[in-house]
């Protein structure tokens, strides 16, 4: 996912020599490391600036660990980094102003995995869906969930967790030993927490509601965010990632429409689509 991803924003700001890349939930950052190792192979229209600004809810101390390795690795490629640190109380508190953009800087934003922390909030998530598009970014990368968590049915909601973990539990057992200390931290702290939130709780405790990519399409519409197709170079990267795995066989990469899922035996677990605000 992550190196589709970079791929399509690679494309999405190709002509440009000074990108500002808004990162709305950085965690670790390693997608940033990619990013700037495919840039230093750009011969045609090397790099003049690349600035990241991470968008951060709790806390300081791990963006700025985050912020200092990304320094150090650009400095090791020679590559001008600004790194900006934006903190807000939540994310409909973000405000154009947050961000120091120049005329001259082609704006690209990275949303993985924090949307669907928003569908239960409309109204912070139309909040920030208005900065965004005043902010008028080349490029828009979306990675989520690829599966309706959502439903007001209980048995629907069983039923679609029921093959959406099912599968990630049967790709474990595919990629990993049970005694892994990884593994153990997977199932015991994401994936059971992933399985009470979309079966057992309701209401306002049902933090994350994932929804499939019809719907963000369809809620992305009435802000002027249009799909864009991504390329079968998107694809291809993330295909020859997995080739590099004994397992990579059973990882399915499907192109339904202009976006891509990937799934375990056909089964779709995430989606990468690309947007443009018009």
């Known amino acids: 996912m992550t190196f589709s991803s970079v791929q399509a924003l690679l494309e999405g700001v190709s002509s440009a020599r000074r990108i500002h890349l808004i990162d ?3 965690r670790g950052g390693t997608q940033w490391t990619i990013f ?3 840039l230093t ?6 790099i003049e600036l690349l600035k990241i600004s991470a968008v951060g809810i709790r806390g300081g101390q791990k963006i700025d660990e985050v912020g200092m390795n990304l320094d150090s ?7 001008p980094l600004v790194f900006e640190k934006i903190f807000v109380p939540d994310l409909d508190k973000l405000k154009e102003e947050h961000f120091h953009i120049e005329d001259n800087e082609a704006v690209a934003v990275f949303c993985s995995n924090i ?5 239960s909030r409309p109204k912070c998530l139309e909040a ?3 900065v965004l598009r005043r902010l008028n970014p080349s490029i828009m990368l979306v990675n989520e969930v690829e599966a309706n968590h959502n439903s007001l049915s209980f048995v629907d909601r069983f039923i679609e967790a029921l093959f959406f973990y099912g599968a990630y539990f049967n790709c474990l057992d595919a990629c990993m030993s049970p005694d892994k200390r990884y593994r153990q931290a997977i199932e015991l702290v994401y994936l059971r927490e992933g399985i009470r939130n979309a079966i057992v709780v309701e209401g306002d405790e049902r933090l994350n509601r994932n929804v499939k990519t019809e719907v963000w399409r369809a809620f992305f519409a009435t802000f002027g965010i249009e799909e864009i197709e991504l390329g079968e170079s998107a694809l291809y990267q993330g295909s020859l990632v997995v080739r590099q795995f004994a397992c990579g066989n059973f990882c399915t990469f499907d192109k339904i429409g202009k976006f891509l899922t990937i799934g375990w035996k056909g089964t779709p677990v995430f989606s990468v689509s690309a947007w443009k605000f018009h």
Do not use: Y
């Open 73 to 79: 690795f650009a400095k090791s490629l020679n590559i």
């Open 41 to 46: 192979e750009r011969r045609e229209c090397p």
């Open 115 to 119: 949307l669907k922390t928003m569908v």
């Open 36 to 38: 700037m190792q495919a």
């Open 24 to 26: 709305l939930a950085i």
């Open 128 to 130: 920030l869906m208005l």
